[in-house]
């Protein structure tokens, strides 16, 4: 069992940069990838950006160039770096370490943020 929690949320102005960070209980080397989603009121949970084993990263859209993320395999860290935020980013956000064989599929209690004036 991993493990895995969030940090860094908050409340934030539009325009605003808010950095998120996950915690590892274990190896996220370990994971085919790892990832933050987030979930706003009423809707689905939704990716927001994915890095693989590799480095490679997949944003969504509404993140594309305002997000990047990050890893540390030392630290069994992920890092979500969000600048020029708007209201619409408004949400729970989680992450999330996946892998497929065998399937693991791991998922943080969530830390909120708002973006409001």
């Known amino acids: 069992q991993v493990r895995l929690a969030e940090s860094g949320g908050g409340l934030v102005q539009p325009g605003g940069s808010l950095r998120l960070s996950c915690a590892s209980s274990?190896?996220?080397?370990?994971?085919?990838?790892m990832g933050w989603y987030r979930q706003a009121p009423g809707k689905e949970r939704e990716l927001v950006a994915r890095?693989?084993?590799?480095?490679?990263?997949t944003f969504a859209d509404s993140g594309k160039g305002r997000f990047t993320m990050s890893r540390d395999n030392d630290k069994n860290m992920v890092y979500l770096q969000m600048n020029s935020l708007k209201p619409e980013d408004t949400a729970v956000y989680y992450c999330?370490?996946?892998?497929?064989?065998?399937?693991?599929?791991?998922w943080g209690q969530g830390t909120q943020v708002t973006v409001s004036s």
């Open positions: 890095i693989a084993n590799g480095g490679r990263t």
């Open positions: 274990g190896s996220i080397f370990s994971f085919d990838a």
């Open positions: 999330n370490a996946y892998s497929l064989l065998p399937r693991r599929d791991y």
